[in-house]
């Protein structure tokens, strides 16, 4: 049997189809291993076993309690703090009904109910800590759905969940088995794995088969209805349909190089994935071919520790590898959608490829000479310097490779010139055109074969140079400063065909087109002020699409589509701002479909033309840590090859289709001043009486600030590239965008009335959820603004004064003076309430400004005498820059006090007549009446002046706080609101333009 990468290849080619063997390298899968261990936040390196939950979290036990993961951080469950009977966690197991079930290592079994609330807690046998009846090591599912099998280190019981009681009937029956490590029951028989094998229970008759195979610590059936056992005899067992007549002769189907078999998981293409004491196995269950993932001392990316005890696919495609003393180990299982090539001579830094027309891949590197990868008898082959296979190839360094029309090979190197490779002699006949061998001209990067017949040829420092292979002529073309129709650089770095016997050449000064007829250069840049015009002047890359159009990548603009490429050319530009993550593009490269792929210093990214969507590919999807190589790519085939510093990446496209649920987020933390909160017990009465992902409303009182919600993808392979967006129904008007690092949504002074806070997430691809995760909140008000406290009031105010007529009544003749003096007394005192209370509500108590309620009382008087009068009137929003950041690094006391330190500053530099009132949250509102626009413009840019040069020290901590202000003016005929919607919109275009500034709107 094949094993390593060549058995891998074969599946790969099988499954999925591939160019001819003869022309294909070996490759290997791009796999990637994230670690999640202690400094991640898990209990402890020995993780036992892992689930996934019905809600998208992930519970792993550990031998230092249970840990719940949500993608950001670790919950803990001990058994000081969370009701657990032991901290040393052998085994998990989730029923139908969403409670969660922990085996512990001595201490029986431990109950979670479904909203992670309540414990409850069943030992096999009480007081006897530590028994080997108490020790619980595996947990299943029953056809009963009030039922669960148990599996000890003594023998099998049933649960009974609704009475909280062990059946024993079936321990009776078979008695001490050492050890229940695998147990499944399947139409009407119950399979238990022990130490002394497999033993086979009817449930009906009781009849009992035992198979001894050595200890079965695995039990899988297949949708096909094969038998998967994991044995210590005989290792990994399949065995078909009529495995019980089978297990008589158990060997004949053992899959030979497995041993301690420990879990194993089946994906939904049939392959394998094998979890042993001696590293991760991938299996195809066809083919029975191995590929072995293992530990790797000098390689942070393989798996972290060889002996691993369970393996679970969680819904997104996540592989969980448990190990003994390595923590967890996350893959994404889909590692056939990218490769690398096994070559030792491609490893390092790959600058440029090409496939030849008998199918041979050339490679050409930095420092490691030119590789030549072929299936065939003598196998791969290199040349160089010193090298012993070819000769004349006097660099190391090979940059550009040409094909021409004859089939002739045609290397640029860095420093040696340009060499034809004479394949019948092999050998290398070389040309310079330098001086020395070091001249710059002599530094190529480029190679293109002109209709003329001469090469083309572009270099790093040394311009353009045009050979002819027949008489061995050259002319070079210099950068000249003076030329009016000179070569815009001396670095040209790529060259394509432009029509019409031009070319395109790519420089460090912009885009030129060259016209062989008439040696002329027209020269396209960039310019800030047109649109359309070249990204960047720093261009890397051209690429010519099946189509004929053409791409052009930059070092610092994204890459462009040439429009009109025939006359004057126009760009249309894709960066960062369109989704690209990265404007630093090194090579771009086209799939059958019509994808674009680029290559960023960031990773790979694929564009769809027609959708302009771009999904990402990462580090943790194989591909290279450090990045790619400029134009370093290559179609093979249906496959895209990407040379950069760690040899070469390649792209199956065809097995990229993503046949995955979309992401789901959910709500992990709700905190109040800044501390999670617990679900409420009897003891500690909170807000929340499930976790917060099952909670769907929340009352809280008008104290209860500052409120923050945390956020999570439970998507958990490619959890650092993941992206949100939330707001809060009846504050936010509009999505507030979060990159992964940032899932925490903050809210302070929240005034009495009910909210709904949302978000969504994208995924690494872009792929948004589906359903947002919301919640309902309810701030309640303080008690004299209730209805019941107005009402009171009002009973009180009447039986005041129906006390004051009866002694009025009374005492008419003898104290009606003074009788006067206390109505007139009580009258006042309760106007003076009535005033202060009205007051109250129209002031913000934290800056003492007009509130919103205040603000557009004042703000219709003043539009009405602005309206009698004819003078103008402006108003002004002004947002905090970057408020956000003060409250999650300072503290939200730190923030109240910028808030407050602001709202003193902007009364101090308006005039006294000036309106000015706090909007909400880091927002102010001021009017400016008898002030036209160019007027507001400078007290507003005076007023931002002030704020940015104060000194803000606040506690003990140097602030430097900028604002973004936009401004509208009122039109009588439209109103305050119209220009509130104008000047945010100013507001908003400041901060897309950079913020701290002032903008006028229209």
């Not at 330190?901 to 009132?917: F, G, P, Q």
């Amino acid at each position: 049997m094949r094993c390593g990468f060549e058995a891998l290849q074969i599946i790969l080619l099988l499954s999925f189809g591939h160019i001819s063997a003869m022309s294909q390298p070996s490759l290997e899968p791009a796999a990637y291993f994230a670690r999640l261990g202690r400094e991640q936040g898990l209990s402890h390196y020995t993780v036992s076993d892992v689930i996934q939950d019905q809600a998208g979290f992930v519970w792993l036990a550990t031998n230092s309690g249970l840990d719940r993961f949500d993608g950001h951080k670790f919950v803990s469950y001990r058994q000081k703090s969370a009701g657990l009977t032991e901290d040393r966690i052998s085994c998990l197991f989730e029923d139908e009904a969403g409670r969660l079930w922990v085996g512990t290592d001595g201490s029986g079994l431990n109950g979670l109910s479904r909203n992670r609330s309540t414990w409850e807690h069943a030992i096999p046998e009480p007081g006897q800590e530590g028994a080997r009846a108490n020790r619980i090591v595996s947990i299943a599912k029953s056809s009963d759905a009030d039922k669960i099998w148990v599996g000890t280190l003594k023998s099998i019981l049933g649960y009974d969940i609704e009475t909280g009681n062990f059946d024993r009937s079936l321990a009776n029956l078979v008695g001490d088995l050492d050890g229940v490590f695998a147990i499944l029951e399947w139409q009407g028989d119950l399979l238990l794995g022990h130490t002394n094998g497999l033993m086979c229970i009817d449930l009906q008759s009781h009849l009992v088969q035992n198979f001894d195979i050595g200890t079965v610590r695995e039990i899988h059936m297949d949708r096909h209805e094969r038998l998967w056992l994991g044995s210590s005899d005989f290792g990994l067992l399949h065995l078909d349909q009529l495995w019980k007549d089978a297990l008589t002769h158990a060997q004949d189907y053992a899959i030979d190089g497995f041993e301690r078999v420990r879990d194993l998981v089946i994906t939904s293409e049939d392959h394998l994935w094998i979890a042993t004491s001696k590293g991760l196995a991938f299996l195809d269950a066809n083919k029975k071919d191995v590929y072995w993932f293992r530990h790797n001392p000098q390689d942070s990316s393989s798996l972290s520790y060889n002996n691993v005890n369970a393996v679970m696919i969680d819904d997104s495609g996540g592989l969980w590898a448990a190990t003994w003393g390595g923590g967890v180990s996350l893959l994404d299982k889909r590692i056939s959608r990218f490769s690398r090539v096994k070559n030792d001579a491609a490893q390092g830094e790959v600058m440029v490829m090409h496939q030849d027309r008998q199918g041979r891949v050339w490679v050409g590197t930095w420092g490691d000479g030119l590789a030549k990868l072929e299936l065939d008898p003598d196998g791969d082959s290199v040349y160089g310097k010193g090298k012993e296979k070819g000769s004349g190839l006097n660099a190391d360094t090979v940059t550009a490779i040409l094909e021409d029309k004859k089939g002739q090979l045609w290397f640029g190197t860095r420093g040696a010139g340009l060499c034809r490779y004479i394949e019948s002699e092999d050998r290398f006949e070389s040309y310079q055109f330098g001086e020395n061998v070091f001249a710059r001209v002599n530094m190529i990067h480029a190679l293109y074969e002109h209709q003329s017949g001469s090469l083309f040829i572009g270099t790093s420092g040394g311009g353009l140079v045009l050979f002819d292979p027949v008489t061995q002529s050259h002319v070079v073309f210099e950068h000249d400063d003076q030329a009016k129709f000179g070569l815009s650089d001396a670095d040209v770095w790529d060259i394509e065909d432009a029509g019409h016997g031009r070319v395109w050449l790519a420089t460090s000064s912009g885009l030129n087109r060259f016209n062989p007829e008439n040696s002329q250069f027209e020269i396209f840049t960039h310019d800030e002020n047109q649109s359309g015009s070249l990204p960047h002047n720093r261009l890397n890359c051209l690429f010519t699409a099946s189509e004929g159009t053409l791409w052009v990548g930059t070092e610092g603009g994204g890459f462009a589509l040439v429009e009109n490429s025939e006359t004057e050319p126009r760009f249309k530009t894709y960066g960062k701002g369109h989704g690209l993550e990265s404007d630093v593009v090194q090579s771009m490269l086209q799939d059958q479909v019509g994808h674009l792929w680029i290559a960023t210093d960031q990773g790979l990214s694929k564009f769809d033309p027609n959708t302009e969507f771009f999904p990402h590919f990462h580090r943790e999807d194989g591909l290279q840590r450090q990045g790619y190589m400029t134009q370093s790519a290559l179609r093979h085939g249906n496959d895209l090859w990407f040379g950069g510093f760690e040899g070469i990446t390649v792209v199956h496209p065809l097995r990229l289709n993503r046949a995955l649920p979309k992401p789901r987020v959910a709500l992990t933390d709700f905190l109040l001043f800044n501390r999670s909160v617990a679900i409420a017990s009897n003891e500690v009465p909170t807000p929340l009486t499930a976790p917060i992902h099952q909670t769907p409303h929340i009352i809280l009182d008008y104290e209860s600030h500052p409120l923050a919600f945390e956020f999570a993808i439970l998507e958990f392979v490619h959890r650092s590239y993941h992206s949100f967006a939330y707001r809060l129904d009846g504050l936010d008007q509009d999505w507030i965008q979060s990159d992964g690092e940032i899932r925490r949504a903050s809210y302070s002074q929240l005034k009495p009335a009910s909210y709904v806070f949302r978000v969504r997430g994208a995924n690494a691809e872009g792929v948004w959820s589906e359903h947002d995760a919301a919640i309902q909140i309810t701030i309640l008000p303080p008690w004299w603004m209730t209805w019941w406290a107005r009402l009171l009031g009002a009973l009180i105010a009447v039986g005041i004064g129906l006390m004051v007529h009866l002694s009025r009544v009374v005492r008419i003749n003898q104290s009606r003076r003074l009788l006067e003096h206390k109505v007139t007394q009580r009258t006042t005192e309760l106007a003076q309430v009535n005033q202060q209370l009205l007051e109250a509500s129209r002031t913000d108590f934290l800056t003492d400004l007009p509130n919103r309620r205040g603000f557009s009382e004042l703000a219709q008087r003043e539009l009405t005498t602005s309206s009698r009068s004819g003078l103008p009137l402006v108003l002004g929003i002004i947002d905090l820059d970057f408020f956000k950041r003060i409250n999650d690094e300072h503290g939200h006391d730190c923030g109240d006090l910028a808030l407050k330190n602001v709202s003193n500053l902007v009364r101090k530099e308006l005039r006294a007549r000036d309106l000015v009132a706090r909007w909400g949250g880091e927002e102010f509102v001021f009017l400016l009446p008898d002030t036209n626009m160019p007027g507001a413009l400078v007290s507003a840019e005076k007023l931002r002046a002030s704020i940015e040069t104060s000194d803000w020290r606040i506690r003990q901590y140097d602030i430097r706080l900028t604002v973004t202000i936009g401004l509208a003016l009122v039109d009588p005929a439209t109103g305050i609101e119209d220009a509130l919607l104008r000047a945010d919109e100013a507001l908003y275009q400041g901060k897309q333009g950079g913020r701290n500034q002032v903008r006028e709107g229209t």
